[in-house]
């Protein structure tokens, strides 16, 4: 009815601003510190940012979110990160954290990793603007606000190919009503995450996140989005559970219903070519994915109505 789908939009709205807000956040606000996390030559850091306090008068709080300044080898990478973020947000997903690009001097890097033991030669790698800045990945630990799924002890990675958990979610979506012990909120980030995967053409997601508290999913390695090239039956694995799923949210069949042309340009190449955070011919196959995908779940419509197949 339409009352619901109408307050299912003011939260998607009010959702998206918020994340908009997280994400502004996390592009201008101080850098405390740095510390390096994993190898050396990723690159990879765990960064202390002073998040602005929405109470007058009070002091920042500090907040851990990851870091990776863009490196010689590969200085556009960040950009797919970011895009794939933008494509969730735009289609009103819980299941990505926020992610964005900021520049760094590369003096105030340089004062930031001075004590790491590697860190000449990590500075070394890095790719240098002809301003002295730095492009960054910057990534919330959590999808949403600051809060406890930021900090929640409770996570854990589970395969994309071989995890049980996969072959429960899997029978919850093609089960017609809901499930014995379904969880409404994992199944419905289960189907994010499909047809993210699925509209960015990643068909290399290797894991998935397990938030055990929230009850919800989370995709926090994004690299292989948006990639230049999409194998023969690259997809089949995102493709082919999304057939089988007899159910979807509402909410993601009425963004993919919006989510045209204009507005994956508006997402994915905000300031035009010199911003493009993906190339034209990918902005291509992704309607022609989007098409694909909305058509799929309007055949299930048509054959068992849109009460039954949009339940979640």
Known sequence: PAPRAGAAGDAQVARAAGD???ARALQRS???ALRLTGKPTDGRFEAILAFGSSVEGAAPREVKVKL???QKKAPLAFRRPVAFYRLARALGAHVVPAATARRIGIGELAA???REPNGRKLL?????????????LVLAPAPGPPGPRWVSSRRRSVRFDDAPELDVWARWARSRSPARGE???VLRDYLEVLALDYLAGNGLRKEIVIDVSAGALSLEANAGAFPLHVKAHELDRQLDRLVEA???PRALRDAL?????????AALRPGGIEDELVPPRALVELEERRQALLSLIEAKIADRGEDAVLSL
């Open 20 to 22: 908009a807000q997280v």
């Open 30 to 32: 101080p850098l405390r």
């Open 68 to 70: 990776a300044p863009a």
């Open 112 to 114: 930031l990793i001075g």
């Open 124 to 136: 070394r790698r890095f790719a240098v603007m002809n301003d002295g800045t730095v492009d960054a």
């Open 183 to 185: 969880r409404a909120s």
């Open 246 to 248: 007899a159910r979807f």
């Open 257 to 265: 219903a919006r989510f045209g042309p204009e507005q994956a340009a």
